[in-house]
Each structure stands twice: as C-alpha cells, then as structure tokens.
C-alpha cells in the first residue's frame, strides 16, 4: 500500500456526489465506484456496470474494484493510513468499512464526517465512531488523462417499466370530463355571494333571491352526484392499472434467471412492487388533478386580474415564493425518501428470514440476538421515517406561514380598495374566494409535479426488475427428439464471478441416451453447478450443452425442460395439497398419474396413512412433512412429468436405508437417461458408470470401482 497522503484539495462540486444503495448482497464495490464516476462525470449506471463485471455473491476485492476503475478511466490510488489523516484524502474516495463492506467519503467537516453507504444511504457520523468501522485502507479515485464525460443514459419510461395498459386513454378520458363539470361548478361558485351581496341585498330583491338560490342549489346537488361518479371512475382505472402493471412485472419476475433471486434479498425483490401502488395512485387520480388543477390557476388568475391587477399580482409574487420553497424541500426529501424505502425493504428482509428460519433460531437459543438484530434495523427505518416526516414538517411550517401571512396582506389591502371605491364588498369576497382557490390550486399543482418527479424514484426501483435480463435462450428453433437422446458436454467453462477461480475449467462429458451415471466429486468441485447448468438454471462462460445432438440454446432452454425434471438440494413444495404439489397444480392433472408417481417414489402408503390421503395440505414450504417424505415428495413431482433425462442432486440424503433401496432399484429400472449426483456409496452403485469431477481433471469409472466419497456438498 502507499503510504503516502497529499494535501487534500478541496473538490468543487461536492453536492454532486450522487447517493447509489446496492440490490444484490455483495455489489457495494461497484455503488462506491458508480458514485464516484458519476460525481466525475462518467454517468455509467449500477446496471451497466454490473453488466460489464458481475460480480459474485462474495463480493469483490479492493483489487479488482481498481481494475473497473482502470475500465473506466479512473486512476486509482489505494492507501493505507491512521483515522486522524481521514481529512488528508481526496474526497470523494472509496473507504474499507467493517472488513466487509465499502463506502464513499463525501467529506469531512472537523471531527463529522459524510459517508454515502450503498447499505444504508447518506450517513453523518462523528470521528469517534467512524474509528470503530474505518480498517485504514482507502481508494482515491481521479479522472485519467483520456476520461471522457459521459451523459447519463436516458432513464427508462414508465410504458417500458411497467409495461402496456389496455383502456388507459378511454378512462382518463372519462375522469377528465367529469373533472371538468366539477371544476366548472368549482369556478361559478363564488358568484353565489357577490350577486347576493351586491344585488339582492342592496335592491332588496326577493324574488332574485329565490332565483338565484335555486339555481345555485341545484348546482349543490348536481355537484356531488358527478364527483361520486368520478371517484367511481378513478377507483375503477386505479384497480384496472395496478392488476395490468403488477401482472406485467410479475410476468417478467417469473423468466428471470436463478441468480437474479440469488443475489438479492426477498424482502428487497418484494418492497419493489409496493412502487407499482405508488406510480398508479398518481397516474390514476393526481395526473387528472394536475392537469386540472393547471387549467384552474389559469381561470382564476384571469379573472383575479378582472377585478383587481394590483391584488392579482400580490398573488402570483406569493405563487412564486411558493414555488421556490418547494424546490428547495424537492432534493432532501427526496432522498429521505428513497433512503427510507430502502431501509424498510432491508427491515423487511431480516424479518422474513427470521421466519423461514425460526427452528435454527430456537435450536441455538439466538432469539435474543436475532431480536437485536431486528430492532436495529427497525430503529433505522424508524430514523429514516422520522428524518422523512422532519423535512415534510418543515416544509409545512414554511407553507404555514407564507400563506398565512399572505391571505392577511390580501385581505388588508383589499380592503383598502374597497374603502377607496375601487372594489365593491362582493368583489372583494369574490376576488378573497378566488384567491384562496387559487393558492389552493396552484399548491396542488406544484406538489402534484413534484410528486410525478418523485415518480422517477419508484421507477427507478421497478426498473431493477423490469429491466433485468430474462433468461437467454429460453425459445428456441430446433427440434426435439421424439425419444431424448444423447447428452454431451464440450469445453464447459464457468465460475461465479470475474474475480472468482473457475468452478469448471474446459469439461468434457459424454453420456448416452437410456444411461444412467453417478457423478461424485468432493464439495465445491461444481457436482451441483453442472447440474445447474445442464438444466439452464446457470449461463455457462464458454463451452456447450447438447441434447440430442442439438445444443440446448438452440433447441430452446423452455422446450429442453419440457423434456428434463429435477430433484436439487433446493427445491421447494408450495403450499397447497400432497396430489397438487405433485402434479405441480397442473389443471389437467389426473389422479391415477398423481398416485403412479408417488408409487415409485415410495411414498404412496405413508400418503394414504395420512387423514386426508393426496388431499392432505403441506404447510409452509412442506412443513407438515419430514425431510424424507419432502424429498420423496419431490421425486414424484419430477417422475410425474414423463421425462426423458432425469437429474438427482442428493435426492435420496434423507431417506432411510430401506427406502434408498427401494428408490435406487426404481430408478435404476427407468428407461431414460438419468444423472444422480450423491455421496453414499449404494446410490453410487445404482448407476452403471461414475463420473468424479475434480479441480483439474473428470475421471470416469464403473460404479463399482468408484470410491467411496465422505465429503458433503
């Protein structure tokens, strides 16, 4: 490490520094370095750069952090130094944080310092506690002789986020029209009080009176038959948007590839979709406001200028006071909020993982530690929640008394003109009347085009999703065998990120259509990869996969497992009942194929012992099942699809000895290829041949010469 610190040199421009919070478990690295990019100029976004080097679920090194850097135009500098010599860097630069972890120093103000953690957001802390996280080491990140700015990609639209909506048009139209005739009523209203005032009462005419008040009582009437009629129309547009757009995202969920979910937090992945709810309450109600409440300023702000100019410009110096405060609240807010989301999300998280392991918790008496845990995440997303409310209040307060302050100069001054004859006394309480409607209008207009702005920070988290890669390959043009075939590996290559050693290294398999071969290796020797692999749950780097003669991308990875099913390590039930889950919900699924199935998984009888036989539910991910019965479970869920290449990864590692048997001699007499990855010896000889995959070199061997395997996957 260099253990050289320059002066620092304060950095033009540090509001600039963008704040990026990671989606994946292990990508903090690259958020520090897209921040720091962006601050630069280089506006290269989190899913470009993810795109560029993924990154495994182990993170990265400070090493290959500075090879993106380097990629990038960055000339990066890492450093080694003591806390007091924070000061000394040149900020921003990336900081090595818990051991674990990497953030961005925005700045240090005496003993506070500014750190934008991609776990957590923009974070202020004093000197003292950023000792009890700083490790010494540090990245200085400057811009290259040949760095170029890069405009930041045009952000996505909401069509291409959520997709197409069918109907939205005719709808919006429907709200727009009956907005209208309200805001028309809205708009006629305050010639109810001048007319009487300055014509009824002063000539003391009655019968204009009753004329008056019936037209103008009919008007109340009229009134909140068509605002009902409206809320009818926006309640059923905002069902209708949130179904379609949330059916859409979900669709494009279901074909994203395993690693997409494996490197990322459940609870992350879900607090996604609650922006959907966000994005259709606006577009569903407050897009027809804004555009009304728009129209509206125009009107009343005319007819403020009809009856008094100089009181009207008392109003719109007022509307621009206004304006500028809400843009000085937007960015804080802002980011408050997304901060808040975020943390929630995490929150939400550390809860669900919690419950699904809740047995492990009980069994190591760490309740009390999980419970710590939670609570600390709780109070950050209540901090977050509160900083969030500090700003709105803020806000409100300034709000408060501009327009407090303002309504009593109005009323002051009109006044005047009124004791100068320039304005009668109904002018004045309808210019008062249309004032007010206009502060309100114009406050809703801005705070509705503020609220569409801050539409682009649910976006952007939909986006995660919506633009994500679905699998490559999933359709394909070739065709498959009627009879399977032969499966055949070549040159094989893959590993779980760049700056990862390869799991497989250039393997070369054969295996012939109707085989059935065991495939042995100690753990981390890729054993549950290939299997992956074969089944296209995992892209390989290099090197090709056919079925049949035809590689699998070619025959489409989505027909290639019509023809293949599986029983992995982790595979889940879902709940429902033993004959659905077996049929896996299928709606054409019959019985007898239900009980077939469980008859050759050896499952059948214990099934019928249970009170309600196929029809007994499973609980939650097959809690009301033992491990042995899961896996059986399973292993007739796979053999209920007639396939024709079977892949058994540790399917039979719960099972008893007799019912292993029992298993391994059904599977031995299928007539289809088969691939069984396992560890105990009698499942190994079951097979005809053994595969041992090592780190170097594939060895292939009659099952029962094979030898024996202690270690576990």
Wanted: proline fraction near 3%; hydrophobic fraction near 50%.
């Amino acid at each position: 490490m260099d253990d050289v610190i320059r002066p620092a040199i304060k950095p033009r421009g540090l509001d600039r520094l963008p704040m990026v919070q990671q989606s994946e478990f292990a990508e903090c690295g690259l958020c520090c370095l897209v921040m720091v990019a962006n601050y630069h100029g280089n506006g290269i976004s989190l899913g470009e750069l993810r795109q560029r080097d993924p990154v495994s679920m182990k993170g990265v090194t400070l090493l290959s952090l500075m090879r993106d850097a380097i990629a990038l135009k960055l000339t990066p500098r890492a450093l080694r130094l003591e806390l007091e010599e924070l000061a000394q860097l040149q900020a921003p630069c990336v900081l090595h944080w818990d051991l674990d972890h990497f953030v961005v120093l925005k700045e240090v103000r005496r003993d506070i310092v500014v750190i934008h953690d991609p776990a957590r957001g923009v974070v202020t802390m004093p000197m003292t506690e950023v000792g009890r996280h700083f490790t010494g080491v540090a990245l200085e990140l400057e811009p290259s002789l040949d760095f170029q700015r890069v405009r930041r990609r045009r952000k996505a639209s909401l069509g291409t986020v959520l997709g197409q909506v069918s109907g939205l048009k005719r709808a919006l139209l429907h709200v727009l029209a009956l907005s209208l005739v309200i805001e028309g009523f809205t708009l006629v209203a305050p010639f109810y009080m001048q007319w009487v005032l300055d014509q009824v009462v002063v000539a003391r005419d009655e019968s204009l009176l009753v004329l008056i008040g019936l037209g103008f009582g009919l008007l109340a009437i009229f009134r909140p038959v068509v605002t009902a009629l409206r809320a009818w129309n926006i309640t059923w547009l905002g069902a209708n948007l949130n179904h379609q757009w949330e059916s859409n995202l979900f669709r494009h969920l279901l074909h994203l590839p395993a690693t997409f979910f494996e490197r990322r937090h459940v609870g992350d992945v879900v607090s996604r979709f609650t922006s959907v709810k966000s994005i259709q309450n606006v577009l569903s109600s407050q897009f027809v406001a804004t555009v009304l409440d728009g129209v509206m300023c125009v009107f009343t702000l005319v007819l403020m200028f009809l009856y008094s100019a100089k009181l009207a410009v008392w109003v719109v110096v007022a509307f621009a006071a206004y304006l500028g405060l809400r843009t000085y609240f937007f960015a804080p807010l802002r980011r408050a909020s997304e901060e808040k989301i975020a943390q929630a999300a995490r929150q939400q998280s550390n809860l669900l993982e919690a419950i699904r392991g809740i047995r492990s918790l009980q069994l190591a008496n760490q309740q009390a530690s999980r419970l710590g845990g939670y609570g600390n995440a709780l109070a950050e997303t209540i901090n977050r929640d509160v900083v969030v409310q500090r700003w709105q209040l803020g806000f409100e307060l300034a709000n408060g008394l501009l327009f407090g302050v303002f309504r009593v100069g109005v009323i002051w001054y009109a006044a005047t003109l009124v004791m100068a004859g320039e304005m009668t006394a109904g002018m004045l309480v309808a210019f008062i009347a249309y004032a007010d409607l206009f502060s309100t209008r114009s406050a809703n207009f801005v705070n509705q085009l503020y609220e569409i702005r801050m539409l682009g920070m649910h976006a952007e988290r939909i986006a995660e999703i919506a633009t994500a890669r679905p699998e490559a390959a999933l359709a394909g043009e070739g065709a498959l065998a009627a009879r399977g075939g032969a499966l055949q590996v070549r040159g094989l290559r893959f590993r779980y990120g760049s700056n990862e050693p390869w799991v497989l290294d250039g393997l070369d398999m054969d295996i012939a259509e109707g085989e059935c071969v065991a495939i042995v290796g100690a753990s981390g020797n890729g054993k549950s990869t290939l299997a992956k692999l074969i089944l296209g749950l995992l892209e390989p780097d290099a090197g090709e996969i056919r079925w049949g003669g035809v590689d699998i991308r070619q025959l489409g990875k989505a027909r290639f497992r019509d023809a293949a099913a599986a029983v992995l390590q982790d595979d889940s039930l879902f709940a429902g009942s033993i004959a659905a889950n077996i049929s896996f919900f299928a709606a054409d699924g019959k019985r007898e194929d239900v009980e077939a199935a469980a008859r050759m998984a050896q499952i059948h009888d214990e099934i019928m012992a249970m009170p309600m036989g196929y029809d007994t539910p499973i609980g939650d991910m097959g809690a009301a099942l033992s491990g042995g019965q899961r896996q059986r479970v399973l292993l007739a869920r796979a053999l209920y699809r007639k396939p024709q290449l079977l892949i058994l990864d540790e399917a039979t590692s719960h099972l008893d000895g007799a019912n292993e048997r029992k298993v391994n001699d059904v599977v031995s007499g299928l007539r289809l290829t088969r691939i069984i990855i396992a560890h105990r010896q009698e499942t190994i000889a079951a097979a005809s041949r053994v595969i041992e995959l090592k780190r170097a070199s594939v060895t292939t061997q009659p099952a029962e010469d094979a030898p024996e395997v202690e270690a576990a996957v």
